[in-house]
């Protein structure tokens, strides 16, 4: 029988804002006995006042203080001592959970004494309507092997600003880091653009309609390597607009019955180490409900058994940000534990409300840690492959300058790579230090583990 003890949901927070006023209240709100609850904020230094707002307005709170901003692995504040607790979650600040997402996660956790953690749907707070766009593509020079549409770099609903919010589902580039310190995604000729056109339940709500149809004014600013037509379709049919080298707004009427997107429902492993989102950028309505095993689990909700914690350890303290939840997945896995999906346990998460789109200090760190991730705990060759691909790369961005509009040499994505590469050669040392010890604790063969990794993503 598994105990009884407090269930312990832990907030990371650092200059949080009305989001972790938001997460906490809907902490309280679930549908779990009180006296079995313990909600703690850990706060990385924060100058906002959002902690001190928390301690006030909820005083069966515990805020924990960091002295420094210690990035995600701050939460090992709150996770070194689990005495009496029965399970750990984790919730970002800038998510909130439904009543009855506790429940089903716990009911996993007492059925199966192997899995070390659960997680649930995690689904962006907001709703979508989509835009597809189509058109040639060229390549833009001979050391950039790409076949680029043209490069979304901006996006307005109804005139206020979306982009920041706004999902490339199909057919993108990635976000990449501008020169002005923007952030642009180029496509491959063909893309699905999810406009968000209600930010969350309250705006959806408030403009009472929300799973209803609905008309929106969109504009969304494109360019080219060349000019060319490129056609846009918002659900009345083709608009056919030309798109030169210079970017451009384009205005167009998008309809349709918003939908929801979910976010994550674990994690996997690309075979070329990139950790993904599993489910990302799926209709929820076109989502499956089974629960399922999963390689990994996501930091942003999810529910820990303190036993996995106790003996494969917490976060690693010096990767501050991204990649932790991934090493940590790993790290059990190769000690025996399995993860679950629980699809009944349904978050929200505000899309880049905390690092960003295409942040250059959260892509550095993303880049960094995915390779210290891998030399830690991947197969030797793999590691090596990552590290010498990423290398070569790097050295391929810096030759050939800047994309399309990017500015002036070596570019905004050679800097940002060059910068994680400093970052990954000044880690290497302890990281293969840290490799040797846990290859020595792996009890699970390379094989069973890569097993799980999904196909690379086609250049």
């Given at each position: 029988m598994v105990g009884t003890g407090s269930v312990r949901l832990v907030v990371l927070n650092h200059d949080g804002g009305v989001q972790l006023e938001r997460c906490v209240s809907s902490l309280l709100a679930l549908d779990w006995p009180s006296d079995e609850l313990d909600v703690v904020v850990?706060?990385?230094?924060?100058?906002?006042?959002?902690a001190d707002d928390v301690e006030r307005r909820h005083p069966d709170v515990r805020v924990e203080r960091n002295a420094t901003n210690l990035g995600f692995p701050g939460n090992n504040a709150a996770l070194a001592d689990l005495s009496g607790v029965r399970y750990v979650g984790l919730v970002?600040?800038?998510a909130f959970v439904e009543p009855g997402w506790l429940r089903p996660l716990v009911d996993a956790l007492d059925?199966?004494?192997q899995l070390g953690a659960v997680n649930g749907t995690l689904l962006f707070d907001a709703r979508f309507v989509e835009i597809r766009v189509e058109g040639p593509s060229a390549s833009p020079g001979p050391r950039d092997r790409r076949r680029l549409g043209v490069r979304i770099s901006g996006l307005r609903v109804d005139g206020e600003d979306r982009w920041?919010?706004?999902?490339?589902?199909?057919?993108?580039?990635g976000p990449e880091p501008t020169s002005g310190g923007a952030v642009a995604e180029w496509t491959r000729g063909w893309a699905r653009l999810a406009v968000p056109v209600m930010l969350g339940q309250a705006e959806a709500t408030a403009a009472g309609r929300s799973g209803r149809s609905g008309r929106w004014s969109v504009e969304v600013e494109l360019s080219a390597v060349d000019a060319h037509l490129v056609r846009l379709d918002g659900g009345l049919g083709e608009v056919e607009v030309e798109v030169t080298t210079e970017p451009a707004w384009y205005r167009i009427e998008v309809a349709g019955q918003p939908f929801e997107v979910v976010n994550n429902a674990g994690n996997d492993l690309r075979a070329d180490g990139y950790g993904l989102?599993?489910?990302?950028?799926?209709?929820?309505?076109?989502?499956?409900?089974?629960?399922?095993?999963?390689?990994?689990?996501?930091?942003?909700?999810?529910?820990?058994?303190?036993s996995f914690l106790e003996q494969v350890g917490l976060f690693e303290e010096s990767f501050f940000l991204y990649y932790e939840d991934v090493d940590l997945s790993w790290r059990g896995r190769a000690r025996g534990w399995r993860y679950a999906y629980v699809p009944e346990a349904v978050a929200h998460h505000v899309h880049a409300a905390s690092g960003g789109v295409a942040n250059p200090m959260a892509m550095r760190?993303?880049?960094?840690?995915?390779?210290?991730?891998?030399?830690?705990?991947?197969?030797?060759?793999?590691?090596?492959?990552?590290?010498?691909?990423?290398?070569?790369?790097?050295?391929?961005?810096?030759?050939?300058?800047?994309g399309p509009g990017d500015g002036p040499p070596p570019g905004p994505i050679a800097r940002r790579r060059l910068g994680a590469l400093g970052l990954f050669l000044r880690a290497l040392p302890a990281a293969l230090g840290q490799r040797r010890r846990l290859r020595a604790l792996q009890r699970v063969p390379d094989a069973e583990l890569t097993a799980w990794f999904v196909p690379e993503r086609p250049s």
């Open positions: 850990v706060d990385n230094a924060s100058s906002d006042g959002s970002n600040n800038d059925r199966e004494e920041r919010s706004a999902l490339v589902l199909d057919g993108g580039w989102d599993r489910g990302f950028g799926v209709r929820r309505s076109e989502w499956a409900t089974e629960a399922t095993e999963v390689f990994g689990w996501c930091g942003g909700a999810v529910l820990l058994r303190p760190f993303a880049e960094r840690n995915r390779l210290v991730t891998l030399v830690r705990n991947a197969p030797a060759p793999m590691a090596v492959r990552a590290v010498v691909g990423f290398t070569t790369a790097t050295a391929s961005y810096a030759l050939r300058g800047p």
